[in-house]
């Protein structure tokens, strides 16, 4: 029962959130701020992650082919598989729900312990429409952008490590890279990104606007927004998976 | 004026407000006092619809509230100032864009004539000079005057301040109760306060609703208040020995 009434609630606010803004003009600054908050400013550790998230893969790949049999451009080819079809769009997700949804929900929940949502609402102002889609516009239009750049670094990365270790040649790894490549996996891993980014800001919203209490509850509905996240992250992965690709 | 009709609120198990019964007058300061718990803040809530009764309704000039559709309460909604007991700035905005926000949101005046509207708030609460300032890097006091500002910024019908001396000292206290009282005047507004600050009954009441164990236990005016026989009420009211040696020196 308590499942049904959070997400009969959850789907309120979205409701409620996607309602007509009072002034575009205002909305549209507060979007432009939420792109630099959550998502410029999310670039250095998705660049740091990317870059050794593709070396690692390489290193890995590399040292479990045993098989004389298969070709060394298995490794580039692996590296950019799993960067794009798994690595950029789910585990970047996963890093910037614990760092994004973090942010909004203690940022929103500190406002509803401190009255300033009720303030909002007093005047007149649709607080979920206010607060909280200028950040899902921002996260749904910059992630993608966060997760190509995130793509092209991860085999960047796995390119380093691999010519600098000298497991691979560099001429080997590009030809790897570029094996068999299919156009739609990108496009499935925006998909994926965008769908992704649209429960991050949503259920950790969600989480910082019914905080009740003080300071404390605001803690918890900060790791409730990750934990909450990743979860759904993780089914909606799955499902996506089974519907994009099968 | 706003009318409260055989409100009552319950939160789980708990009743919280019982059957309460009030007329709160315009161009007055219509006060709300009772022990903390007694269900004063619960009222204001329900009143001006952060809570949802479970019965009765609240009439804000003869328009029932809580059965107007959620556009219509955002207008009645944009009629309403409130000081909150925390002032509830927005900490990213400086004192003068808080003062802006209910102007940039609904105003219909250019960018100059909000500013201007601002400036003249900010000046009517002695606050000059500190438009750049955040919430943070100025004192209780002023946040308090800041908060008035931006209640009154949209010219509001009705104003609800909520415990408007907690954490301020008696000097200051008096000051915003003052103003309260005067800007009620000087904007012919509905004005409700809740408190259980004595001094503010003194400085301000106009029209006094005593709230206890979640009803309307009596309405009076500041006057009355003092020479009522009602026991839970003297109970309330002379519980500090300053009250106490008043109620004396009245009887002497």
């Known amino acids: ?246 | 004026m706003i009318e409260v009709r055989g409100l009552s609120k319950r939160f789980g198990r708990t009743q919280v407000l019982t059957d309460i019964n009030a007329v709160f007058q315009k161009g007055k300061v219509n006060q709300v006092i009772g022990k903390s718990g007694s269900g004063k803040s619960v009222l204001c809530k329900c009143i001006v619809g952060l809570f949802e009764p479970e019965e009765g309704e609240v009439l804000y000039d003869g328009r029932s509230f809580h059965n107007l559709e959620l556009e219509q309460k955002r207008q009645v909604r944009q009629e309403i100032g409130m000081l909150f007991q925390s002032s509830a700035l927005f900490d990213s905005l400086t004192v003068l864009e808080n003062v802006l926000f209910p102007l940039r949101m609904f105003g219909t005046m250019d960018e100059a004539g909000m500013l201007d509207r601002a400036h003249l708030c900010l000046k009517r609460v002695n606050i000059e000079g500190k438009d750049r300032l955040f919430p943070s890097e100025i004192s209780g006091g002023m946040q308090k005057r800041v908060g008035i500002a931006r209640a009154i910024a949209m010219n509001p019908r009705y104003l609800f301040v909520d415990e408007p001396n907690s954490g301020l000292d008696p000097q200051t206290s008096i000051l915003i109760d003052n103003l309260i009282d005067e800007l009620t005047a000087e904007y012919d507004m509905t004005t409700i306060m809740i408190t259980h600050d004595m001094n503010s009954v003194m400085e301000a009441g106009d029209n006094i609703l005593f709230i206890h164990e979640g009803r309307a236990w009596w309405k009076g005016s500041r006057e009355e208040l003092l020479r009522s026989d009602n026991k839970e009420l003297n109970d309330f009211i002379f519980a500090s020995g300053l009250m106490r040696k008043v109620k004396d020196a009245m009887k002497r």
């Open chain 1, 1 to 246: 029962m308590d499942l049904l009434f959070h997400i009969g609630r959850y789907f309120q606010l979205i409701r409620e959130t996607f309602t007509r803004p009072e002034r575009f003009g205002l909305y549209w600054k507060r979007t432009l701020e939420e792109v630099d908050l959550l998502g410029v400013k999310s670039l250095g550790i998705v660049a740091l992650l990317s870059v050794f998230m593709g070396a690692v893969i390489t290193i890995q790949t590399k040292t479990n082919i045993d098989s004389p049999l298969i070709p060394l451009y298995v490794v580039g080819f692996t590296a950019r598989q799993s960067t794009i079809l798994e690595f950029s769009p789910t585990i970047i997700s996963l890093i910037l729900a614990g760092k994004v949804g973090s942010t909004i929900a203690a940022q929103i929940g500190s406002m509803r312990v401190r009255e300033q949502i009720d303030a909002l609402d007093i005047m007149g102002v649709n607080s979920a429409g206010y607060l909280i889609l200028p950040k899902v516009i921002a996260c749904v239009v910059i992630n993608p952008f966060l997760v190509v750049i995130s793509m092209f670094l991860s085999i960047f990365g796995g390119y380093l490590a691999g010519t600098l270790s000298g497991l691979v040649s560099g001429e080997v790894y590009l030809q790897g890279i570029q094996t068999d490549f299919t156009p739609y996996h990108v496009t499935y891993a925006l998909i994926k990104t965008v769908v992704f980014a649209f429960i991050i800001t949503t259920v950790s919203a969600y989480q910082g606007y019914y905080t009740q209490g003080g300071t404390r509850e605001v803690g918890i509905s900060s790791t409730r927004a990750v934990v909450y996240s990743d979860v759904v992250i993780l089914i909606m992965n799955y499902l996506l998976t089974q519907l994009l690709l099968i």
